[in-house]
């Protein structure tokens, strides 16, 4: 099923859904395990390490994470998500973003974080990641809250990216889908 054909569409800078406040989930039912498959399925398609239901158009508070970048055996699938806790320490690392045709730019995070999360069982849990893992943690726990990485940039930077974007996506025909 081609992107057009799906209701769950990757949303991009202009949209006005990656800028609003997610709503927490009370109950994970057929509308929530559909959503979870296409937010997969869209990751996978684009080489993404993780995605937050704001970038498919849904205001709810999920996101998952590759669990290529996570601890083993952790949970790649996080429900009302919250970082409870960041290192002092920072890794300055490249950033990118799906929403933002992966377009990256280097950007300071904490190198290790906490989340306290309900896993699609329902139990709540607290998970600890470094590096990569900490990174896209907190870069999707902030999509929950309309906040996208640029947001942290100089207005320079953010004008910069905002320019490459808009010109990329324009060559790229995405106006047109």
């Excluded at 669990?67 to 920072?90: C, H, K, M, Q, Y």
């Excluded at 998970?127 to 999509?143: D, W």
């Amino acid at each position: 099923m081609g992107e057009k054909d799906n209701k769950y569409r990757l949303r991009y800078l202009d949209d006005a859904v990656l800028r609003e406040t997610s709503a927490p989930v009370t109950a994970l039912g057929e509308a929530e395990a559909k959503l979870l498959k296409a937010m997969a399925e869209i990751t996978v398609a684009h080489r993404g390490v993780g995605l937050a239901a704001p970038q498919v158009g849904v205001l709810q508070r999920i996101i998952l994470v590759s669990p290529s970048i996570l601890p083993e055996g952790a949970d790649t699938v996080f429900i009302n998500p919250v970082v409870i806790w960041r290192s002092d320490d920072e890794e300055v690392e490249e950033e990118g973003c799906l929403s933002l045709l992966s377009i990256a730019s280097p950007l300071a995070r904490p190198a290790r974080v906490a989340v306290k999360y309900t896993d699609v069982q329902g139990r709540g849990q607290v998970l600890e990641a470094e590096g990569l893992g900490a990174r896209a943690l907190s870069h999707e726990v902030e999509h929950l809250d309309g906040i996208l990485y640029i947001d942290h940039l100089s207005r320079l930077k953010r004008k910069a990216i905002r320019d490459r974007f808009r010109k990329l996506y324009r060559e790229l025909g995405l106006e047109n889908r």
